[in-house]
């Protein structure tokens, strides 16, 4: 009997025609960074051979289109779709993402190991290789509340499991640099696997500190000096683009002919509705390319760079023995993808998938939003001795924060909203275990004249986090997203004027990529009825309460001091 590698070796041969040829192709080739016209041979879905090749059971003339590999997030938080893992196939399969590196510390800091494992396994049941990051920071600190913490020993069980390439992004920057014993232990047991970082603003002295235990990306960098310093310090520098994180105008002049095989093309957090109408990790490869990178040179950044740093063998290139993950490009310069194929068969055409996955949920996953009863005047915020208070600044297009000392406006001695200043009030309520912490401060950027917005997805222990101008309509939010079970919720006048139940851990929907998209549509038209001046305004919410990164945050157990990882009092 015929092994697979031993066809394989013999179609490469020429001495057994192929299962499919791609005649006359412009190869995208990643090895060597040129264009090269051949034809490529697949056989047990892999690449048999580049050159000749004229025999196989199916012919494709691509009739000088190009022919690329296909593309690889290199860092993803799958729940950040919004979508269960079939839609999310169906979303960027289209798009030309075959293969991904996800990080599924959302689901894990709700689900545990439980909830990672199950991801998992649904998975194997797409057209899609999904690889997984073992959570390095569940929670991400002690200065929130989250449904499960995991410990050295959970990574290591983790790290066992296919499909399970590395550990995680360590979010827990000043455990690093002080050498926090517990944060050493669990970089420990990931020896010898790829180590994600999160070191957002760290430089200098405390950027050495961060790398002594080899730490090999960032994804977190927004500025060209800091950007620089990582990559002169050996990080591979992950550029992201995302649906609130908007990091590669500033980036991309970093990439040069010495260091290009150092950066990836990362989208990180990237919802339905972006993936839907913009695009996936093509969407970063064209603004790249819009921007003045060469389409090759950037095609190699969301490929074979990525399959290199991960050690993905057999992804990532156009080659022998490679898997035949492919994409027929009509034009180069703006990523028109015409056929998307994985393993040698045809999975999407002219943005359409051609496959309809349906995973059942997992009921343990089904009830985790468990928020303790309270009332509206619970969510009174009581003024201090000090005239001042301290606001979150949203910052366009990034998702670090500034902080701005302002006089609130009061009521009945409480600090209350201000949407005239555009200062809105910003709760966030522990959902796990029903303790009835409520966070509460103040927020600007948002815009909203009137009403409330909201969502369960809170990174990173997905709390549920509300910015509003009353408290009533606070109030409505919060009751919605409990009542769906997790999700997004716009009210106004103690009205829901939209909402999406999200009730796989309060993170993914039930429903076909479609229904999801039309839903987070209308709460973005519903929060604009509202006066909201930002884009992707639930996206910027869910990072307001992430207290890794800078410069204030807001958890359920108060305002953080990112940089100095301490709760403040006020």
């Known amino acids: 009997m015929t092994t697979f590698m031993e066809r394989l070796i013999a179609v490469a041969r020429g001495d057994a025609p192929a299962d499919l040829v791609f005649a006359n192709a412009r190869i995208v080739n990643t090895f060597t960074g040129e264009i090269e016209e051949a034809s490529v041979a697949v056989a047990e879905g892999r690449v048999a051979g580049v050159g000749d090749y004229t025999e196989g059971r199916q012919r494709v003339d691509l009739k000088g289109r190009y022919l690329a590999p296909g593309l690889i997030d290199g860092h993803v938080h799958l729940e950040s779709s919004l979508l269960h893992v079939d839609q999310y196939a169906r979303a960027v399969v289209p798009h030309g993402t075959l293969a991904a590196v996800t990080d599924l510390h959302e689901v894990t800091n709700v689900c545990g190991l439980p909830g990672m494992r199950y991801i998992l396994e649904c998975s194997r049941r797409v057209p899609l290789d999904l690889f997984f990051m073992a959570p390095s920071c569940v929670p991400a600190t002690s200065m929130e509340t989250s449904g499960a913490k995991l410990g050295p020993a959970d990574i290591r069980k983790a790290l066992r499991w296919k ?4 550990l995680g992004e360590m979010m827990n920057f000043p455990g690093v640099i002080n050498a926090d014993p517990e944060t050493l232990a669990k970089i420990a047991v ?48 992950m550029v992201r683009e995302g649906s609130a994180e908007k990091n590669l105008e500033e980036l991309l002049p970093l990439v040069t002919d010495g260091n290009y095989h150092r950066c990836l093309l990362v989208v990180d957090d990237r919802n339905a509705k972006d993936i839907y109408h913009d695009g996936d990790v093509d969407a970063v490869v064209r603004k790249a390319i819009r921007l003045g990178l060469d389409p090759v040179r950037a095609v190699q950044m969301a490929s074979l760079n990525v399959a290199e740093y991960f050690r993905l063998s057999g992804l990532g290139a156009i080659g022998p023995g490679y ?27 002219d943005g359409q998938p051609l496959f309809q ?29 000090s005239e001042t208070f301290p606001v ?39 959902r796990h275990h029903a303790t009835g912490n409520i966070g509460i401060g103040l927020v600007r950027g948002f815009g909203l004249k009137r009403g409330a917005i909201g969502t369960s997805i809170a990174h990173d222990s997905h709390n549920v986090v509300v910015a509003g101008a009353s408290d009533q309509d ?34 993914l929907s039930t429903e076909p990529l479609e229904s999801v998209v039309r839903a987070i549509e209308r709460l973005e038209e519903a929060a604009a009825s509202l006066g909201c001046t930002a884009p992707s305004p639930y996206s910027i919410l869910s990072f307001l309460a992430l207290p890794v990164i800078p410069e204030l945050k807001l958890t359920d157990m108060g305002l953080v001091d990112v940089m100095k990882a301490r709760l403040l009092k006020v």
């Not at 109030?475 to 006048?493: S, T, W």
Request: contains cysteine; positive net charge.
């Open 357 to 385: 996955p349906r995973l059942r949920p997992n009921p343990a996953m089904m009830r985790t939003v468990n928020v303790r009863p309270f009332a509206v005047a619970d969510l009174a915020l009581r003024a201090g001795a």
């Open 392 to 430: 979150i600044q949203v910052i366009p297009g990034q998702i670090v924060t500034g902080w701005k000392e302002e006089r609130p406006a009061r009521r009945n001695g409480a600090i209350v909203a201000d949407p005239g200043r555009d200062l809105l009030k910003l709760v966030v309520v522990e």
């Open 323 to 349: 898997y035949a993950n492919l994409l027929v490009v009509d034009d180069l310069e703006r990523l028109q993808i015409r056929e998307v194929y994985y393993r040698g068969r045809l999975v999407a055409r």
């Open 190 to 237: 990931a020896e010898n696997h790829v180590k994600d970082g999160h070191a957002p603003q760290v430089i200098g002295r405390a950027l050495n500190a961060y790398l002594a235990p080899l730490i090999g990306s960032d994804h977190e960098t927004t500025q060209h000096e800091e950007g620089l310093q990582k990559l002169r310090r050996g990080m591979r520098l």
């Open 474 to 507: 606070i109030y409505a939010v919060v009751q919605e997203i409990a009542r769906n079970q997790g999700g997004l919720a716009c009210a106004a006048d103690g009205r829901v004027l939209a909402s999406l139940a999200l009730p796989i851990a309060g993170l």
């Open 163 to 166: 499909g399970v390439i590395g």
